[in-house]
């Protein structure tokens, strides 16, 4: 073995023994665990010493020292009533104490001595309307705060938060964001987006962390969501929902369909059974069936096996006229969790959340030949065990085995040697009939895709004293990524014939489905110190890839395949280690009032299904000047995408129930993935994906949060954002290199850059009676690319011109009804409630409108699509009940 290859190879023996030691020594359910400190003191303001503090109905509890300090650690998040009780003394218990997830919640008492014995004295606790102590924007979201607003899903509350555009977060491209359901990641390797829907039925506690964030996140650059699920129960509790629902259309003219009201478009049941099984153990068994039907249809005037004479313009339908939703849905999904808390200090849990789904995306082209169009069918599960294990009164680990997986199909027939392929062909329209939809045949892209990923997780925390806790620990992620075709089908002439011929694994030309095996680890530690007068949060993060592939080792001979040019082999793939610091401060400048400053480097590999799709430099064999394209080659070689984030902010409780949030932000974007044109030694040229795209970010955030207007709370986000880049997609300057124009590399506004975004919402709360919502979502126009005439080449400098601004506004409303032992509800949802049809959508390049084009000739397909617009009105009516 070469020099090179033992320090290579001995340089991963360490990285991975160094991650793989961490994550056994670190584990401590992160993500889902926080801690609760304060002083106790009595009526003379003196600290008292050996105070039982304890949370009611748990085993966590803690005493006060000597300066009447007390921490309870390793709290689920949660809502709790906090006990207080020492002899001599009143007892006090503070209810509606609330937790949340890797945070601090500060909670001082007084008590009163009292020689003889007491009625117990009862307060509810009082969260500030801004938590001084948090050194990043980030928003914690509780089970009732998620259920008093008009989402269903875990989707829906992410994209109603400060920053968040359509999933990016403040600025960044789509795939930036890790998503954890209870500490543990459960993105996708192929596209680093979540392999699950979460429904609010399963959430207790929902994270959305939109700046910087600690160093025990990594794999990605722009954000963290954290869904903390429910637990089981001590006793037995059943609850369920179940809601019924359509499209209510205004001006069907304009939006180009029928407006009659379909009850049935939608349709949800959910069913969550919790208790005790055994002694000291819980469960949660929670399962949800979900239906949905577009509101566009189509009419099956024709099938696939139809023949119509496409040169005299006849057509011959076969079809029975049904008329059918474009688009359908249904899917199952739910989770199951067993705890068990039998040994000493010790919690065991196994869970499970899963979906699986049978879908077909609207296609209107197909509207009159529905069954050519694919469907996608979906399997996805993310289960493992947790075991949480208190070492002392100040220290505790968690350890995370996972297995997530994921399995995706896109196509009409499983089979590509099924029959129906032959009988029926390509999919076909007549230019000169209803726009060239589809009268006959099938879609004949297939595509699979499934990744298998197998990862443990650990942490340590320590806490050193009353204010500094340490915490260290690693991950490691071993994932096997498959995607392709499987199974190509192509028209070629065979014998004189034109014949549907089936290309099944046939590299480099049909590749097929193949697989990949990376490996993905980091170890980390931080520290946090919490003094009255200052908050730190100071960590390091190792970051180490390994994507286990090989490259051409001369870029200029890629197949090895050009005569007299110096020889070029198959060389592995280098490892990558990246180091990177994150530091946040915050400290109080008077009493209701706190700035922070953060500051990270964030690294990320780019997403598995990118980087080694058309990675067989084979291709390349016959690569010649002048030659055909073969596409944007992939490279498993790539370097990590890196952003520096920078944030400052100002935080203010004007009164008990009124807060103000500014935070100020920057992004420094780098690394990202984009392409290069490598000349060969035959003066050819190909592209392939390399780190030379770039970008940046500024804005800032407002937050303005009233609690209590009389009966009314009020809550407002808005933010202003400007992001740039060269570049919004890895392909981009390949595709306008292709279209004759110019590929240098120049800054431009992201396809997603939203200069402004305001969320308000107006709710109503009368406890155990009823509760109302309204959510108001405004936002200034997308870019979009300005042309002048009709035809190919004639836009303008990209993204110069700006779309229209669009308002949505959803609804909700909802009374409690008690019947005997069960509590119900009846609630009643409205989504666009204005029934507006445009909301950052499709505008013709030639008005900057989603209404009229300037050549409605050449726009003609484009301006009889319906689908072109927003989602119409949408009304749901539903029950809840528990028991």
């Given amino acids: 073995m070469s020099c090179r290859g033992v320090v290579r190879r001995a340089t991963d023996c360490c990285l991975l023994l160094l991650a793989l030691l961490g994550v056994i020594a670190e584990s401590a359910d992160a993500g889902t665990t926080g801690k609760i400190t304060g002083r106790v003191i009595n009526d003379k303001k003196e600290p008292v010493l050996a105070v039982t503090c304890f949370l009611e109905g748990t085993r966590f509890g803690a005493y006060t020292n000597e300066q009447g300090q007390?921490?309870?650690?390793?709290?689920?998040?949660?809502?709790?009533?906090?006990?207080?009780?020492?002899?001599?003394?009143?007892?006090?218990?503070?209810?509606?104490?609330?937790?949340?997830?890797?945070?601090?919640?500060?909670?001082?008492?007084?008590?009163?001595?009292?020689?003889?014995?007491?009625?117990?004295?009862?307060?509810?606790?009082?969260?500030?309307?801004?938590?001084?102590?948090?050194?990043?924007?980030?928003?914690?979201?509780?089970?009732?705060?998620?259920?008093?607003?008009?989402?269903?899903?875990?989707?829906?509350?992410?994209?109603?938060?400060?920053?968040?555009?359509?999933?990016?977060?403040?600025?960044?491209?789509?795939?930036?964001?890790?998503?954890?359901?209870?500490?543990?990641?459960?993105?996708?390797?192929?596209?680093?987006?979540?392999?699950?829907?979460?429904?609010?039925?399963?959430?207790?506690?929902?994270?959305?962390?939109?700046?910087?964030?600690?160093?025990?996140?990594?794999?990605?650059?722009?954000?963290?969501?954290?869904?903390?699920?429910?637990?089981?129960?001590?006793?037995?509790?059943?609850?369920?929902?179940g809601y019924l629902g359509g499209f209510l259309l205004s001006d069907s003219d304009v939006r180009l369909v029928a407006d009659e009201f379909q009850p049935d478009n939608l349709a949800s049941l959910q069913l969550t059974l919790t208790g005790p099984v055994l002694k000291n153990t819980v469960f949660l068994l929670s399962g949800r069936y979900y239906h949905f039907e577009d509101y566009v249809q189509g009419s099956r005037l024709f099938v696939p096996t139809d023949s119509s004479d496409f040169e005299n313009g006849i057509q011959y339908p076969t079809g029975d006229g049904e008329a059918v939703s474009l688009g359908y849905a249904d899917e199952f999904g739910g989770a199951a969790k067993l705890t068990n808390t039998s040994l000493h200090n010790t919690r065991l849990n196994y869970q499970a959340v899963w979906n699986a789904s049978d879908s077909k995306r609207t296609n209107y082209a197909y509207r009159l030949n529905p069954d050519g169009a694919p469907t996608q069918q979906t399997f996805s599960i993310s289960h493992g065990l947790d075991w949480n294990q208190i070492l002392s009164k100040t220290t505790y680990f968690d350890l995370s085995l996972r297995q997530n997986y994921f399995d995706y199909h896109d196509y009409v027939y499983e089979d590509v040697f099924d029959s129906r392929y032959d009988a029926a062909g390509p999919a076909r329209g007549d230019p000169g009939f209803e726009d060239g939809a589809f009268i006959q045949g099938v879609e004949l892209n297939r595509f699979t895709q499934k990744t298998n990923m197998f990862l443990v997780k650990g942490s340590v925390v320590n806490q050193v004293n009353p204010i500094v806790q340490f915490k260290a620990g690693a991950e490691a992620q071993f994932p096997a990524v498959s995607f392709g075709s499987p199974g190509t089908l192509v028209y070629t002439i065979v014998d004189g014939v034109q014949t549907l011929v089936r290309h099944v694994n046939e590299p480099p030309d049909y590749p097929g489905v193949k697989t990949y095996h990376p490996v993905i680890a980091a170890t980390f530690a931080q520290a946090v110190v919490e003094k009255p007068t200052l908050t730190l949060r100071g960590g390091l993060r190792l970051d180490y890839f390994d994507a286990r592939s090989t490259v051409p080792s001369d870029p200029a001979n890629p197949a090895n395949s050009i005569d007299g040019a110096p020889p070029s082999e198959q060389v592995p793939t280098s490892t990558k280690v990246k180091l990177a610091p994150r530091l946040g401060i915050a400290f109080p400048i008077e009493k209701k009032a706190a700035v922070h400053f953060a500051y990270g480097h964030f690294y990320q590999y780019p997403a598995i299904g990118i980087i080694f799709n058309n990675s067989d430099y084979a291709v390349l064999s016959e690569l010649q000047s002048g030659g055909v394209s073969y596409g944007v080659l992939g490279n498993p070689d790539v370097e990590p995408e890196k952003t520096i984030q920078y944030e400052m902010g100002y935080k203010h409780a004007l009164n008990a129930n009124l807060g103000v949030d500014l935070t100020v932000f920057y992004k420094d974007i780098r690394n990202l993935l984009g392409v290069e044109f490598v000349q060969t030694y035959n003066d050819?040229?190909?592209?392939?994906?390399?780190?030379?795209?770039?970008?940046?970010?500024?804005?800032?955030?407002?937050?303005?949060?009233?609690?209590?207007?009389?009966?009314?709370?009020?809550?407002?986000?808005?933010?202003?954002?400007?992001?740039?880049?060269?570049?919004?997609?890895?392909?981009?300057?390949?595709?306008?290199?292709?279209?004759?124009?110019?590929?240098?590399?120049?800054?431009?506004?992201?396809?997603?850059d939203q200069r402004h975004k305001l969320d308000f919402t107006v709710s109503m709360v009368r406890q155990d009676d009823y509760s109302a919502s309204i959510v108001l979502r405004a936002a200034s126009g997308q870019p979009y690319t300005p042309v002048l005439e009709a035809g190919f080449g004639n836009g303008q400098e990209p993204n110069s011109g700006r779309k229209p601004s669009g308002l949505v506004i959803d609804m909700r409303g909802e009374k409690t009804v008690r019947v005997k032992n069960t509590n119900m509800s009846v609630y009643a949802r409205v989504y666009n409630l204005l029934d507006s049809k445009f909301f950052n959508g499709l505008v013709f390049n030639s008005t900057g409108s989603p209404y009229y084009s300037r050549f409605p000739e050449a726009d003609e397909v484009t301006l009889n699509d319906p689908t072109r617009f927003y989602a119409p009105r949408r009304i749901e009516l539903g029950i809840t009940f528990g028991m």
């Fill in 684 to 752: 050819a040229e190909y592209a392939r994906l390399t780190n030379v795209d770039f970008g940046d970010a500024v804005g800032f955030t407002l937050a303005i949060d009233h609690r209590k207007l009389g009966p009314v709370a009020v809550a407002l986000d808005y933010t202003w954002m400007e992001a740039l880049g060269n570049s919004s997609d890895p392909r981009e300057t390949a595709t306008r290199a292709e279209a004759g124009e110019d590929p240098r590399p120049r800054l431009a506004y992201f396809n997603w």
């Fill in 70 to 241: 007390y921490t309870i650690l390793n709290v689920p998040a949660g809502t709790y009533t906090l006990r207080f009780q020492r002899v001599g003394y009143t007892v006090k218990a503070i209810q509606g104490v609330r937790v949340s997830s890797d945070q601090t919640t500060t909670q001082d008492v007084v008590i009163t001595e009292s020689a003889i014995q007491m009625q117990e004295v009862v307060v509810t606790a009082e969260r500030p309307p801004v938590e001084l102590g948090v050194t990043s924007s980030q928003v914690s979201l509780t089970e009732k705060e998620i259920q008093s607003l008009p989402v269903q899903e875990l989707s829906d509350v992410v994209n109603l938060q400060a920053g968040v555009v359509d999933g990016h977060f403040r600025g960044g491209r789509k795939d930036e964001v890790q998503y954890q359901v209870d500490g543990v990641t459960v993105n996708n390797a192929y596209d680093n987006s979540s392999s699950l829907r979460l429904d609010r039925s399963l959430l207790q506690e929902v994270q959305v962390i939109s700046g910087t964030f600690d160093a025990e996140y990594g794999q990605a650059m722009s954000g963290v969501v954290n869904a903390v699920l429910k637990q089981g129960t001590e006793k037995f509790h059943l609850e369920g929902e």
